[in-house]
Each structure stands twice: as structure tokens, then as C-alpha cells.
């Protein structure tokens, strides 16, 4: 179902090494490298200020176990740092700073994930130890070895780059620090696959219509998720970008996957 080597950028025959031929995915489409981000963009803008009530409804609410899960192998403590990377409207970060952690820089491309992000925040009375700042997670601006803990969750694969991420994660964590990835991945229970396809293709697209006014973002969602790299892949991308002890864990019959990597 998965496209192991989608993660890659791909060169058209025709005219190797020539930039403007590089292409991407963006859904089941190979868009020119440079498309990429600016339609994501547009994703995100377009469901911002419907994204958490369209996760419950499209996860059936499945999406706050899987958060919950992996904050609890994230393990916050109080002395360590969280740079929380395509954050969007900060579940990853709540959960670390409800969980006890130390100060959460939470980050994401698109103001407008952000902002509403920003808003939860304060509903929630975090005001200290946080700070917000618009991050492409390809290119993070900050110095090497800089913090204890990096997250994405549903964030690398709208990544163009995705070992660039993973290699800046990497740069910017301190030796001895954590990076952790939730993101969809490979259903690995056969019985599963066909009403996940169902789901995906028909259910998710029909919602999105119906509630967010926008049918194609939910049929990128669906489609982004079939292009990611499955499980054992992202585990040899982690160990590509430089971590040690990686490991992972399928979710729900492998719908999602916790992946973890160390900087030695
Ligand atoms: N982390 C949140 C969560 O788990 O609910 C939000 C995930 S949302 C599906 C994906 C987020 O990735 C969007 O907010 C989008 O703006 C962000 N994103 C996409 N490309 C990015 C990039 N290159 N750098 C940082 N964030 C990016």
C-alpha cells in the first residue's frame, strides 16, 4: 500500500540533474519540489480553524489515545526542553507541559495553525514556559545541541524533505537527547486494510466536504498518508539522519506508528 521509496525526491528521465525536473509527491501527484510547500500551505490555511474538531470526528476521537501514548514514552520532566516541530495547534505541546515538562518551544510552518494553536494555549492557561515561533522543520533555527526532546506528530509527512527534518532534528538535539515521530503509517492487519481504504477514500473526502467545505484537502490527507514511508522504511530514515536505538510501535494495527530515535 505503501510507496517505500515515496520519500525521495525524483528526477524525470529525460533531463537528469536539472532542478526545475525534481519532483515530489503531494498526495498521488508529482508535483515540482518547489510546489510542494506552498500546497500544503494551502491545506492548512484552508483547515485550520476546523482542524481538531475534524480530527475527533474523522479518528473517531482515536487520534488523543495515540497522543496520549506517545507523551507518555516521551516522558516529560521537568529539566528538559521541547522543540515541538509542525506543532500545529499543539496537542504534542499541551501534553508535554500538562505531563510536567520543562520549557516547549512549540513551532509550525503555518501562522494560522499556529495562531489557533496560540489561542488553545492561553485557553489552557500555559503562559510560561512556552514560546511559539513559525519554523520550517527542513531548515530549524536554532543552534547544535541545543535541547533534550524534538517532536513531529502528523507533521513529516507534509514535510518535502523528509530527511532533512530528520537530520535537523538530529542537530539540533543535545547528545543524549530524544527525537519522536507519530505519524500514519503501514495497516498491517489484512482484515483492516479494506475498511481503511473505505474510510480514507469515501468517508474522509465526504466529511471534509460536509464539515471544513473542503473535499480535496481530506482527499490529500487520505492519499499523503498512503505515500509515506511505512514502518521499517522511516526506521532506516532515522538511522540515515544519525540516530541510535531507533525503534518503533504500529498503532492500531499499524494505522499510526510511534518512532524513536536517540542522539548519541
Ligand atoms: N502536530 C499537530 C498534531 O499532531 O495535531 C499538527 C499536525 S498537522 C496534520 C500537520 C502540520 O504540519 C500543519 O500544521 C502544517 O502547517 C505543518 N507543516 C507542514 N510542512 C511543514 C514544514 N516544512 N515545517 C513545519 N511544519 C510543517
Known amino acids: 500500500m ?3 521509496a515515496s520519500y525521495e525526491t525524483h528526477e524525470t528521465a529525460d533531463a537528469p540533474g536539472a532542478a526545475s525536473d525534481k519532483t515530489t509527491d503531494f498526495g498521488y501527484r508529482a508535483v515540482p519540489l518547489t510546489e510542494k510547500k506552498p500546497l500544503v500551505r494551502a491545506v492548512f ?12 470526528l474523522m479518528s473517531l476521537g482515536v487520534h488523543r489515545v495515540w497522543k496520549r501514548m506517545f507523551n507518555a514514552q516521551l516522558a516529560p520532566q521537568p529539566g528538559l526542553s521541547l522543540l ?27 501562522e494560522k495553525m499556529l495562531a489557533v494553536g496560540r489561542d488553545r494555549a492561553i485557553a489552557r492557561g500555559y503562559v510560561s514556559d512556552l514560546s511559539f515561533c513559525v519554523v520550517d522543520a527542513e531548515q530549524i533555527p536554532l543552534a547544535d545541541r541545543s535541547v533534550d526532546r524534538v517532536t513531529i506528530s502528523f507533521g513529516l ?6 530527511l532533512a527534518v530528520l537530520k535537523e532534528a538530529r542537530r ?13 503509517s503501514q495497516v498491517q492487519v489484512a482484515a483492516l486494510a479494506p475498511v481503511y481504504d473505505v474510510w480514507s477514500f469515501k468517508v474522509l473526502p465526504t466529511m471534509g466536504q460536509l464539515i471544513a467545505k473542503d473535499r ?3 482527499q490529500y490527507l487520505a ?7 511505512d514502518q ?5 530514515m532515522f538511522r540515515e539522519a544519525g540516530f541510535a536505538h531507533v525503534k518503533y510501535q504500529s498503532l492500531s494495527g499499524g494505522i499510526a506508528a510511534i518512532h524513536s530515535g536517540w542522539r548519541l
Open 45 to 56: 490555511d484552508s483547515v485550520a480553524s476546523r482542524y481538531d474538531v475534524m480530527n475527533d
Open 223 to 229: 492519499e499523503s498518508i498512503r505515500m509515506f514511508p
Open 216 to 218: 480535496e484537502s481530506y
Open 232 to 236: 521499517e522504511t522511516l526506521a532506516d
Open 2 to 4: 505503501t510507496d517505500n
Open 172 to 184: 539540533v538535539l543535545k547528545p543524549g537527547g530524544r527525537f519522536m515521530c507519530l505519524e500514519f
Open 84 to 110: 515541538d516541530l509542525a506543532g500545529g495547534t499543539g496537542d504534542v505541546t499541551f501534553g508535554w507541559l500538562a505531563g510536567g515538562g520543562g520549557p516547549a518551544i512549540m513551532t509550525d510552518i503555518n
Open 157 to 162: 509527512r507534509n514535510c518535502t524533505d523528509k
